[in-house]
């Protein structure tokens, strides 16, 4: 019990507090192999942040030693993507592209287990188990919810010219859904289900990674067994990739501006006309200061991504230099780094059988799984 009174505590405090009045045995988690997973939601093309932020540490991940038993998952975050209005046939459309980039990128069947996170039913059950135990004061606190939320309520608040709108807000006409608010208790349920050990991360989902470890513990303790480890984060080596026309915004694909994201399908020639048109200053020599020079200091990160080298590399290699040379130079390596890329994308745009194949096999491995920790825990539980 007295475990169980720190757990719910700490909780209710303004932010996620670190685990460690939590106590949970490491023991059995620690002979446990090594399990990776993590998830994408199915948005169209992937754009250079998406690469940088994301999928290329996946491959790298792939290319380390890995012991005997050990699992990569990655999954398309498809349910994810219904907190949003979609087109059907659109949704269909962004899911198999998303699949083919992926494969395109490196994600290699071989070594990794790629499948639609919608083909194991798992994850919607564990994920029902989780809401009915998961206080709403944690979801409640999740900062992504907050902004989303604090953003209608400033839009209706400008939209009825005072501030009176904002103690008659109704969330219901805010078009806000439940999915949104609830969507980190299924993320913690695509992890937990696996029995995830590690989870590659950006710097904005630190809090959903430590809701998942509460989460855990959480379940561990319900069912008073040591079932479900506390997923470890990797963090991505490039913390974020910035738009190229509004740095001081992630690039996204819903940018209205068009020269503001690369995505890995632009040609060549589209990628030195965004890189050159790419918002600097009036220094001529390319240094890396994010408080200062955050357009410039963007382009030095997306470099030294690119070239797997330290920000400090790349700015001694052009301390001689100028930034239109640094930006050209720019452009060469992203185009050499989108070359292959496009290519295996158009072999696997060609034989959509294969993509098949591999969701089909992806998900076959992943319900097998699922449905083996799945079926433990709700044994467990009394179903």
Aim: proline share 6%.
């Amino acid at each position: 019990m007295h475990t169980q009174i720190l757990l719910y505590r700490s909780l209710t405090r303004a932010t996620l507090l670190p685990l460690r009045h939590v106590r949970w045995s490491s023991d059995s988690a620690a002979l446990r192999t090594r399990r990776i997973l993590s998830a994408i939601q199915p948005t169209g093309a992937l754009h250079l942040g998406n690469y940088l932020g994301s999928v290329k540490n996946w491959v790298d991940l792939q290319g380390q030693r890995a012991e005997p038993g050990d699992d990569r998952l990655f999954a398309l975050a498809d349910l994810h993507a219904l907190t949003m209005p979609k087109d059907p046939k659109v949704l269909r459309d962004d899911i198999r592209q998303m699949a083919a980039a992926l494969l395109a990128c490196g994600i290699d069947p071989a070594k990794s287990t790629l499948f639609r996170q919608s083909s194991v039913p798992e994850h919607t059950q564990l994920n029902w188990i989780i809401q009915c135990l998961m206080p709403m004061g944690w979801l409640n606190r999740m900062t992504q919810w907050k902004s989303k939320f604090l953003a209608k309520k400033g839009a209706a608040a400008t939209k009825a010219n005072g501030d009176a709108s904002l103690n008659a807000f109704d969330i219901a006409d805010s078009r806000l859904c439940l999915g949104l608010f609830a969507y980190p208790s299924l993320q913690a349920a695509d992890i937990i289900l696996y029995q995830a050990t590690h989870v590659p991360v950006g710097e904005d989902q630190q809090q959903h990674l430590e809701l998942t470890r509460y989460t855990a513990a959480l379940l561990n303790k319900t069912v008073k067994q040591d079932l479900f480890p506390s997923p470890q984060t990797i963090f991505t080596p490039t913390k974020r990739v910035m738009s190229l026309r509004h740095p001081d915004k992630k690039m996204s694909k819903s940018d209205p501006t068009p020269m503001a994201c690369i995505f890995l399908t632009d040609s060549p020639e589209e990628v030195l006309r965004k890189v050159r048109k790419a918002v600097t200053d009036s220094i001529s020599v390319p240094s890396f200061d994010p408080a200062n020079r955050p357009g410039v200091s963007n382009l030095v990160t997306i470099y030294a991504a690119l070239a797997n080298k330290t920000t400090d590399q790349v700015c001694q290699m052009y301390q001689e230099s100028t930034t239109q040379v640094f930006k050209q130079e720019l452009a060469d390596v992203i185009i050499e780094t989108l070359r292959p890329i496009q290519a295996n994308l158009q072999r696997i745009e060609r034989d959509p059988h294969y993509l098949d194949q591999v969701l089909n096999a992806g998900a076959q491995k992943a319900r097998e799984i699922a449905h083996t920790n799945y079926q433990q825990f709700a044994q467990l539980m009394g179903l």
